[in-house]
C-alpha cells in the first residue's frame, strides 16, 4: 500500500514550518538516536521542537531571549515560548512545531524499522 503524503495538505506556513522540522530531524537520524526510541522522551520532542521553533523565529542580533513572564526590552525580545506567550495567550506556533516534530519521527521511525525488518530478512 503507497504511503499518503500529507504534506500535500499542508497550508504554505505549514510547508515551511515543516521544512525546519525536517531538516533538525536530518540532523539526527543516525542508529542509536533517541528519534528511534519506542516511546519518545518528552524532553528530547521538547528540545527538538524549541530549536526547530528559535531557528524558525531567529533572535535578532543583540537581543536575547527573554524570561517567560516578561519581556524588558520594550518588545524587542523574541515571543517567550514554549507554551505561552507575553500576554499570558497560548503559543500554537510551538504547539504546531511540536506535533509536526512527533509525525516527522514517526514517519522516520516507521522507515527505519521497516529498513531494518527487510535487512534481518535478508540474513
Known amino acids: 500500500m503507497k504511503e499518503l ?4 495538505y499542508f497550508s ?5 514550518l515543516n521544512s525546519y522540522v525536517s531538516d533538525e530531524c536530518d540532523k539526527l537520524e543516525f542508529t542509536g538516536s533517541s528519534m528511534f526510541d ?4 518528552r524532553v528530547f520532542v521538547n528540545s527538538v521542537a524549541d ?3 528559535n531557528n524558525y523565529r531567529k533572535v535578532p542580533p543583540g537581543t536575547k ?3 517567560p513572564s516578561f519581556c524588558p526590552n520594550q518588545g524587542r ?9 507575553v500576554t499570558g495567550a497560548p503559543d500554537w506556533l510551538h504547539s504546531l512545531i511540536t506535533i ?6 514517526g514517519n522516520r521511525r516507521k522507515r527505519y524499522e521497516n529498513f531494518h525488518h527487510t535487512l534481518d530478512k535478508h540474513k
Do not use: W
Not at 504554505?12 to 515551511?16: D, F, I, M, N, Y
Not at 525580545?77 to 506567550?85: A, K, S, T
Not at 509536526?100 to 519521527?105: A, D, G, S
Open 5 to 8: 503524503d500529507y504534506d500535500l
Open 51 to 53: 530549536t526547530v521553533y
Open 12 to 16: 504554505s506556513p505549514v510547508k515551511a
Open 100 to 105: 509536526l516534530v512527533l509525525n516527522e519521527m
Open 65 to 67: 531571549p527573554c524570561p
Open 38 to 41: 519506542d516511546i519518545p522522551d
Open 77 to 85: 525580545c523574541p515571543v517567550p515560548r514554549p507554551d505561552f506567550d
